[in-house]
């Protein structure tokens, strides 16, 4: 019915982003489904439904895994999204992939651990779509990783935090020790102990006290700044094209109220449409 009432809106207006996305999303939901179906209980194994192995032995850390459950591994991309999943119940798509991948890939960790804390957390658990994405996404990238715990291996952590957050206004909010840093410090803080980086106006922020040091060695790309200032631009050129549709739809919707106004239409029409109110006699009490 949502896929008829999606195209239906398509047809008649137009089509955009939005759209796009809830279909593709109710074409990954079937695929993720049918998928389980045919893999069976295999998508509960350590290997997954392919028998994917790591290249080295797995860890069951508790230490490690606490960490990231607790949203304290030192790496913000990471325990932004661990931190509101635990205040509420809730974690995009794209937090479930990056959390995913640093479990499995960066701290080697039985991804199984990662996919029963999700289990027991996301309000909007489904067997399918939480254990087959972690042996569908996660369990292929492990396959391709070198050692865990050496250095930082998911370098999306700070490529996609700058493109989807390069004011750091969302992992300031889940993450409120880091709200006195400037916004590239916020997304790596780790940039404070680089030599000839700096000097910052921190306020009372004590790095490895008031926030953990990295769990792992992290690392710095380049070019990182250059996608935030890139999405810094699409988004004002985004808001100001929302301003100016709003503005029209404002200038449209005066204009007929105006109208409405001086012919006593939309007086009439509030009058007609006000419902009378309905009298109903007192129930009188029966006796038994």
């Excluded at 479990?103 to 080697?108: A, E, H, I, Q």
């Excluded at 700096?198 to 009372?204: C, E, L, R």
Aim: aromatic residues 12%.
């Amino acid at each position: 019915r949502l896929h008829a009432e999606v195209k239906r809106y398509e047809s008649e207006r137009r089509k955009t982003k939005s759209t796009y996305w809830i279909l593709h999303e109710l074409c990954w939901r079937d695929f993720v489904r049918f998928s389980s179906i045919r893999a069976g209980s295999s998508i509960f194994l350590l290997g997954g439904p392919e028998s994917i192995h790591a290249p080295w032995p797995w860890s069951t850390d508790k230490s490690l895994l606490k960490r990231w459950c607790d949203g304290r591994t030192g790496i913000p991309f990471i325990d932004v999204f661990m931190r509101e999943l635990s205040a509420t119940g809730y974690c995009n798509h794209m937090g479930r992939e990056a959390a995913g991948w640093f479990l499995s890939r960066d701290l080697g960790l039985d991804w199984r651990l990662g996919a029963e804390w999700f289990e027991s957390t996301l309000i909007d658990y489904e067997p399918a779509a939480n254990w087959f994405n972690w042996v569908y996404r996660c369990l292929p990238a492990v396959a391709k990783s070198a050692e865990p715990r050496k250095h930082l291996q998911t370098l999306e952590i700070l490529i996609w935090g700058a493109q989807h957050d390069p004011d750091a206004k969302y992992i300031k909010r889940w993450l409120p020790e880091l709200r006195t840093l400037p916004p590239n410090i916020a997304r790596e803080p780790w940039r404070l102990k680089l030599k000839g980086f700096g000097p910052f106006d921190v306020g009372d922020f004590k790095y490895g006290s008031d926030y953990p040091l990295p769990i792992i060695s992290p690392v710095m790309l380049s070019g990182t700044e250059e996608v935030a200032k890139q999405a810094r631009e699409a988004q004002e050129m985004q808001d100001k094209q929302v301003t100016k549709a709003r503005s029209r739809l404002g200038t449209r919707s005066g204009m007929a109220q105006g109208e409405e106004k001086r012919s006593g239409i939309g007086q009439a029409a509030d009058v007609a449409a006000a419902p009378k109110e309905k009298q109903f006699p007192p129930r009188k009490r029966q006796r038994r």
